[in-house]
């Protein structure tokens, strides 16, 4: 039985992890960063933050967005998305033994989120690289193609077929992260906008 557009993009936000609009030129304190390589290493070791922002996708057919709450550790991850989409919230979570998602529709549960999104809409995202591309980097796992700015900061990385493009930055603690970008393939677009990035004092 297909799902109804409101409770598939709910699903799909959950999963992906993108959000809202773009084209702004990049806030006048962004032109302050340092040079990228000076904390390549510090991004590449930060596996315990927080963020919370807007999330936004947009297909052929509709346009739909949320709130996003993200929280990361190296041993577990938790995403809770809320909005005006009509299913309320959505909450994603994930640890060694595997992804539950759950939803006003139930909860559903696998062994990885792309296992989850696939079982659950028949096509999926690549999720787990989400975890890098929000911080700018891509996942080591996987070739790709970088093309930076004069800083070293990435201005698009494309990798397993999706383009990712890096509108601002924010400072968080002693690093830059990404405070706006964007997402593409195949007709979907999607877009994150961080409101507030917070490190653990481990990564600050």
Do not use: H
């Not at 700018?136 to 990385?157: F, I, N, V």
Request: aromatic fraction near 10%.
């Amino acid at each position: 039985m297909k799902r109804s557009l409101a409770s598939v993009s709910a699903l799909l936000f959950t999963l992906a992890l993108l959000a809202g609009c773009a084209g702004r030129a990049p806030a006048p304190e962004s032109q302050m960063r340092g040079q990228w390589s000076d904390q390549q290493s510090r991004l590449e070791a930060m596996n315990n933050w927080q963020l919370t922002g807007k999330v936004g996708l947009r297909t052929p057919e509709d346009s739909v967005s949320a709130n996003l709450d993200w929280w990361q550790s190296p041993t577990y991850y938790r995403l809770l998305l809320s909005g005006p989409f009509g299913s309320g919230r959505s909450t994603l979570e994930g640890n060694d033994q595997g992804v539950t998602l759950i939803t006003s529709e139930g909860r559903f549960q696998a062994d990885t989120p792309e296992a989850l999104m696939e079982e659950q809409l028949g096509w999926s995202l690549p999720v787990s690289a989400l975890d890098y591309w929000v911080r700018g980097l891509p996942t080591p796992d996987a070739s790709y193609q970088r093309e930076t700015d004069a800083k070293g900061y990435p201005l698009y990385l494309q990798q397993q077929g999706w383009e990712i493009a890096y509108r601002d930055w924010v400072a968080a603690g002693d690093v830059w992260l990404p405070r706006r970008l964007v997402m593409s393939q195949k007709g979907l677009r999607a877009t994150l906008v961080v409101n507030q990035w917070r490190l653990e004092p481990d990564d600050e």
